[in-house]
Nanobody, 129 residues
Framework: QLQLVESGGGLVQPGGSLRLACQGS????????????IAWLRQAPGKEREKISC????????FYADSVKGRFAISRDSAKNTVYLHMNSLKPEDTAVYYC??????????????????WGQGTQVTVSS
């Protein structure tokens, strides 16, 4: 059974950077995290969950929400079965719990999972001086 574990959250000052990691395990035979489309989402207190970035299993350009475009970058390390979210120029409004999810079916225009086969437990990011 696919399991995802996020890490890398913490407290950072405005303008700072963090790198979140989403590591997968428990793959079926012949699968790896490369077999899955990955989404990063976040949820701030009192707000709806927001999909901020996706990475297709088929290649192509990543998806970024307007709120993070130009500041965040998503990447894969196939050898480590890990997807990263590189967050730069962080703002207080980026404060949220960040989650990753994975799915084998994806939207062709964004590479985002159509349905999540697994979710991580979330990691807190707090941007404050």
């Amino acid at each position: 059974q696919l399991q995802l574990v996020e890490s890398g959250g913490g407290l950072v000052q405005p303008g700072g950077s963090l790198r979140l990691a989403c590591q997968g395990s428990g793959f079926r035979f012949g699968f790896s995290l490369d077999s899955y489309a990955i989404a990063w989402l976040r949820q701030a207190p009192g707000k709806e969950r927001e999909k901020i970035s996706c990475l297709s299993s088929l290649g192509g350009s990543p998806f970024y929400a307007d709120s993070v475009k130009g500041r965040f970058a998503i990447s894969r390390d196939s050898a480590k079965n890990t997807v990263y979210l590189h967050m730069n120029s962080l703002k207080p409004e980026d404060t949220a719990v960040y989650y990753c999810s994975a799915g084998t079916r994806e939207y062709t225009n964004t590479g985002c999972p159509v349905r999540s086969d697994a979710w991580g437990q979330g990691t807190q990011v707090t941007v404050s001086s």
